[in-house]
């Protein structure tokens, strides 16, 4: 064997575990991204729920203003 041919199954050896690498390491980026998601999508539906609560809050309240609006003015 000669040292060339050594040398062309050392770095053969080196592209092929950096390719390996960046494969397992781009499949955990993304189950980590797809986790991160998901919780950030359980929190905004979280702060939505609460916005819709406020609101549905502020139109029984106008609600409640206007019946006793009405009511007022036809006495």
Do not use: C, D, N, P
Not at 35 to 40: A, G, I, L, V, Y
Request: hydrophobic share 45%.
């Amino acid at each position: 064997m000669s040292i060339g041919f050594v040398f062309i199954i050392l770095v053969g050896l080196l592209v092929t575990v950096v390719k390996w690498g960046l494969i397992i390491w781009g499949i955990v980026w993304l189950v980590r991204y797809l986790k991160h998601s998901r919780e950030e999508r359980q929190r905004f539906r979280l702060e939505l729920g609460k916005l819709a609560e406020e609101v549905s809050l502020i139109r029984q309240k106008l609600e409640g203003g206007k019946k006793q609006e009405s009511s007022t003015e036809s006495e």
